[in-house]
């Protein structure tokens, strides 16, 4: 074969070579890509929270403003000057940080000093997400981890600064007067006095203010309606699996029937709406498989409903959430996606 031919050859083969590689892009995994970005996904899920927020600041006044904020500087900040002193790329532009901050605002009660929610953002981010490597490799969630170092550092505090004069005017007063009796402003705490006996109060009177203007508790508790309308778009965007916020909630609602508790109520008071859409759906932090959520989402429940009706706590909500990320890893074990080529009886198609 002659120089010519030879180089005829290789010139096709290049020419080949190259289409090919238009084609198809060689590299390492995935090979597959998502158009969303963690920018894009941090954004929509704060968006979905915007209403939330408004309708909170609006019930509890300038004190519920600055815990939130005070907890966004803490997150944020806390994230900044971490990954400035490990000499790491600055990643505040991707929100994450920032969506830690609101989210563990929107757990704690309105009328905490300043300090707490700075302090608990920063542990949120130091704790909760950079110790484990940063974004992705955190087991627990951030936002929660947060709350918990707060509830566990300053518990008197925790239970205690909830809101005098709710400011919405929604909400049920004759309901208000009653709860004021008790030595806590939780319906929650409420229900559990009802049960030992200690307060006569129906549990339906709760559904209206619950649902659209609830000022008890903590600053994410407001209404169930916004967090509904968060959820709401949280599927229109197909950001989060369906499977756990309504395999949680209809735990609950199941158990706390058997347990002779009403089941709306139940559903609507403390932090289980906003815990079973926004925080046990947390990307990272629960299982991958559908199954696994299903497993995931019913274990939060049943651990919600143990710690309601028998321990000294009247919510339960973030402690089955971290309970049940800790046991995500043995989840994702053995319920595994089943490879692609082979049977559900293991055998090679």
């Known amino acids: 074969m002659g120089n010519k031919a030879v180089a005829e050859r290789q010139k096709k083969f290049d020419s080949k070579a190259r289409i090919s590689e238009e084609l198809f892009h060689i590299g390492v995994s995935p090979h597959i890509r998502d158009r969303d970005t963690t920018t894009k996904i941090m954004g929509w899920v704060i968006i979905a929270l915007i209403p939330l927020t408004a309708y909170s600041i609006y019930i509890g006044g300038l004190s519920t403003f600055i815990v939130i904020v005070s907890s966004l500087v803490g997150a944020v900040g806390c994230e900044y000057v971490l990954q400035r002193l490990m000499h790491k790329p600055v990643t505040i532009n991707d929100l994450s940080a920032a969506l830690t901050g609101l989210l563990l605002a929107l757990t704690l009660p309105p009328r905490l000093p300043f300090w707490m929610p700075l302090i608990g953002g920063a542990v949120a981010i130091a704790l909760g997400k950079q110790v484990f490597g940063g974004l992705g490799h955190n087991i627990f969630n951030p936002a929660l981890v947060g709350r918990a170092f707060l509830f566990i550092s300053w518990s008197k505090y925790m239970t205690t600064s909830y809101l005098d004069k709710p400011l919405a005017w929604v909400v049920n007063t004759s309901t208000i007067k009653s709860i004021n009796a008790v030595t806590s402003a939780t319906p929650l705490f409420a229900m559990s006095e009802v049960r030992k006996g200690a307060l006569d109060i129906q549990a339906s009177k709760y559904y209206l203010p619950l649902f659209f203007g609830n000022p008890w508790g903590c600053i994410g ?3 169930a309606a916004l967090i509904i309308l968060g959820l709401i778009v949280l599927f229109a965007k197909r950001l989060i699996d369906w499977r756990i916020p309504v395999c949680y909630v209809g735990t609950v609602m199941l158990l ?10 139940s559903a609507l008071a403390g932090g289980l709406l906003l815990g079973a859409c926004f925080m046990a759906t947390d990307y990272v932090t629960n299982p991958m498989t559908p199954w ?10 049943i651990v919600t409903v143990v710690i309601r009706f028998y321990s000294h706590l009247p919510e339960g909500v973030m402690f089955s959430i971290l309970f049940m990320n800790g046991v995500t890893p043995v989840i994702d074990r053995f319920i595994k996606p089943r490879p692609y080529g082979v049977s559900k009886g293991g055998a090679k198609a």
């Open 292 to 301: 696994g959520k299903v497993i995931f989402a019913v274990g939060c429940g």
């Open 256 to 265: 706390s029937l058997i347990k002779g508790t009403d089941p709306i109520f």
């Open 221 to 223: 508790e407001v209404s």
